[in-house]
């Protein structure tokens, strides 16, 4: 059914009919809304959960670890300051392998303060072992919502969905919601093989030495790489039960004849392909790809798109702060890797709800691949009058750094 809904209504639609048994979550900007409408649910009979309205971040990723571990699918969602206060509980919950689903209403993080949206909330949180899926548009949250699920339970492994706060939580996008059947057909009933029984007393999370500790991440690592095929898989089986593909691990666009690639992920994507097709009326050889998973890091899915390319452009939406662009590096290193040595420009733009506009994609392009920028700075511009705009970082393939 085709509804007109608000990013954050239509994920909490899509959460509802995955049928979480315990809802727990603190309210933060912008990812209030999508708990206020589940609570709503619950207190009209729509979803039968115990939604618990906890005292703190903290406090709502411990209750959604204890409940998987009592054998219940759960759910939260935060953002940037709450996610912050989450670490040390998001952390646990990926070394005990428990398939939590959450979303992270992206949200830049203080301080100064600022409730706009940008990257660098999740991006902090790209080491603690969950499963990241950055989405485009309101329709892919509601899917990607529903094969988190999926892909969570049957890899034991933790999954945040990201999308980008206020631009999708907050606008009204034409959405079609799967009916209840449709989504039972695709993800089973949950059933998670390590749950307490009182009746069987285990013991879940215990201490580890240093001479078993190290096998313990091994296996975590080993999980989390097997889970690229997984998330394919299951976003063909939706496409072909459902009719609509999220873009599986990354998703190209205009990339034939391609000499020169915009990569990026999340809601700026719309913008960048715009920018493509104008270039390519141009007469410009320009493509697009978007990096829909960004952990694990579909390492060899990117070279496949990008190998025969001359020059890639990373537009990201945060920064480690004295090293850079984040998706830069790690596509310079698997690059690398692989004895790709295209060219890779960082350019980190966005943050904190700056626009990202397509008059902005533009320009930046024009001065990398027409004016030749040198490396004078790793921002995007305030500007887009060409003669105004800073050049960008930027570092070949024989000059890698990983």
């Not at 950055?134 to 529903?146: H, L």
Request: charged share 15%.
């Amino acid at each position: 059914m085709k509804k007109l809904l608000e990013g954050s209504q239509a994920m909490a639609e899509a959460v509802r009919l995955c049928r979480p048994q315990v809802v727990a979550a603190y309210p933060i900007t912008p990812q209030t809304h999508i708990i206020e409408r589940l609570a709503q649910h619950v207190a009209n009979g729509e979803l039968e959960a115990e939604f618990i309205n906890a005292e703190s971040e903290f406090g709502a990723a411990s209750i959604v670890l204890g409940a998987v571990t009592a054998g219940t699918r759960a759910f939260t969602a935060t953002a940037s300051q709450g996610l912050l206060l989450m670490t040390e509980v998001l952390y646990n919950i990926a070394g005990l392998r428990l398939p939590v689903v959450m979303v992270c209403a992206n949200r830049a993080v203080g301080a100064p303060i600022n409730i706009c949206s940008d990257h660098q909330d999740s991006m902090a949180l790209r080491d603690a072992g969950w499963i990241q899926l950055y989405v485009e548009s309101n329709q892919e949250a509601a899917d990607s919502m529903i094969q988190a699920y999926r892909v969570a339970e049957v890899c034991e492994l933790p999954v945040m969905v990201c999308m980008d706060g206020f631009l999708l939580t907050h606008t009204f996008e034409p959405v079609v919601l799967p009916t209840q059947v449709m989504v039972d057909n695709f993800l089973p009933t949950f059933h998670f093989a390590r749950s307490l029984d009182p009746t069987q007393p285990v013991t879940l999370g215990g201490a580890s030495e240093a001479d078993n500790y190290q096998e313990y991440r091994i296996a975590q690592h080993d999980a989390m790489d097997n889970s690229l095929s997984v998330i394919e898989a299951f976003d063909a089986d939706f496409r072909g039960q459902m009719g609509r593909s999220c873009g599986g691990l990354v998703q190209g666009y205009c990339l034939e004849g391609a000499q020169t690639v915009l990569l990026g992920m999340g809601s700026l994507m719309g913008a960048v392909r715009d920018v493509v097709d104008k270039l390519r009326h141009q007469g410009q050889a320009v493509g697009a790809l978007r990096l829909r998973c960004f952990r694990p890091f579909p390492s060899d899915a990117l070279v496949q798109h990008l190998s025969g390319v001359h020059r890639i452009i990373v537009l990201e939406k945060a920064i480690s702060i004295g090293a850079g662009g984040i998706v830069a590096a790690e596509l310079r290193a698997a690059l690398q890797q692989a004895g790709i040595m295209t060219s890779v420009d960082s350019v980190v733009g966005g943050l904190g709800g700056r626009d990202l506009t397509p008059d902005v994609i533009e320009a930046i392009f024009q001065e990398i691949i027409i004016a030749g920028a040198t490396v004078t700075s790793r921002f995007a511009p305030n500007h887009i009058t060409l003669g105004e705009i800073a050049p960008v970082e930027t570092d070949r393939g024989d000059n890698v750094h990983g």
